[in-house]
């Protein structure tokens, strides 16, 4: 079924300040298709994807490939965040079309807010540009292509190290939600995409698991 996002701003939009997080996921994992952006894979005309001087990534006919404008903010977080330096990310993703995720994932740019002196120490220690990153470059793990999500989170785990009960998951589609929290990896549901609500409510959950 396709579905379409009518917001097509990639900026960061205004959010509340980060909360002091006691206890914080070793392995944030994210599903790409309609969590992280839109349109899904399969929607699209495919490669080559470009990405123009203003840093919009389109498909070959032109349609664009946006980030949900909480993914810019969550992400913010997590590089930067002191709770978060030993936290990794991964993505988890059964797209059919691998490729063409990799290559969006190589040319879409995660932008950043502007850093505290706090977060210039920990940019300056993992090397990351202040202005922004590619979505690859903030990516530790990677596990896109067609199967069970069960097999993802079992590559995952033994790349990363990582015990399941150390992840936290999101997802759009409630069938993978079901599946991944019975291996005992804290997931979160989010029909509409990734946005800071739903990250809030995930780190909220985790924290008393």
């Not at 210039?120 to 590619?134: D, I, M, P, S, W």
């Not at 599946?179 to 549901?189: E, L, T």
Request: net charge negative.
């Amino acid at each position: 079924m396709s579905r379409r996002h009518s917001n097509k701003s990639s900026a960061p939009p205004a959010v509340t300040p980060a909360r002091p997080w006691t206890r914080v996921p070793k392995l944030v994992v994210f599903d790409l298709d309609f969590t992280l952006w839109y349109p899904e894979m399969y929607e699209l005309a495919g490669a080559p994807f470009r990405r123009s001087a203003k840093g919009v990534v389109s498909a070959r006919d032109g349609e664009e490939v946006h980030l949900f404008d909480a993914v810019h903010p969550v992400l913010h977080e997590i590089a930067f965040g002191v709770e978060f330096v030993e936290t990794q990310v991964a993505v988890a993703s059964r797209t059919t079309y691998p490729d063409w995720a990799r290559e969006c994932m190589n040319l879409i740019m995660v932008q950043f807010k502007e850093l505290t002196e706090a977060e210039k120490v920990v940019q300056h220690r993992k090397r990351l540009n202040a202005e922004g990153e590619t979505l690859a470059n903030l990516v530790e793990y990677q596990a896109i292509y067609p199967t069970n999500k069960h097999v993802h989170f079992k590559q995952l785990a033994d790349d990363s190290g990582v015990a399941y009960s150390d992840m936290l998951f999101f997802d759009n589609e409630y069938g993978n939600i079901r599946d991944i929290s019975a291996m005992g990896v804290s997931s979160v549901y989010c029909p509409d995409g990734l946005t800071w609500e739903v990250w809030e409510q995930g780190m909220t959950a985790f924290q008393t698991k």
